[in-house]
């Protein structure tokens, strides 16, 4: 099925869960911040949750500065 990562269109397993998608496009575990067609999902939901076909994957990286 397609979703949307970061604004690209990627492929992924149709059983995939938002975990494993981000696993497969090498998205670090810690360090980030995930939304699901515009909702946060905290990071212990990833592995149960489940993707719907053109879904939307924001990947948002946390930054220390000042």
Same mark, same amino acid.
């Given at each position: 099925?397609?979703?949307?990562?970061?604004?690209?269109?990627?492929?992924?397993?149709?059983?995939?869960?938002?975990?494993?998608? !981000? /696993?497969?496009?090498?998205?670090? $575990?810690?360090?980030? *911040? #995930?939304?699901?067609?515009?909702?946060?999902?905290?990071?212990?939901?990833?592995?149960?949750?489940? !993707? /719907?076909?053109?879904?939307?994957? $924001?990947?948002?990286? *946390? #930054?220390?500065?000042?």
């Amino acid at each position: 099925m397609n979703v949307l990562i970061n604004g690209e269109p990627r492929q992924i397993a149709a059983d995939a869960t938002l975990a494993s998608a !981000l /696993r497969e496009f090498g998205v670090p $575990e810690r360090g980030v *911040a #995930v939304a699901l067609d515009g909702a946060v999902v905290p990071r212990a939901l990833w592995p149960t949750t489940g !993707l /719907r076909p053109d879904a939307t994957i $924001e990947v948002l990286t *946390a #930054v220390q500065g000042g």
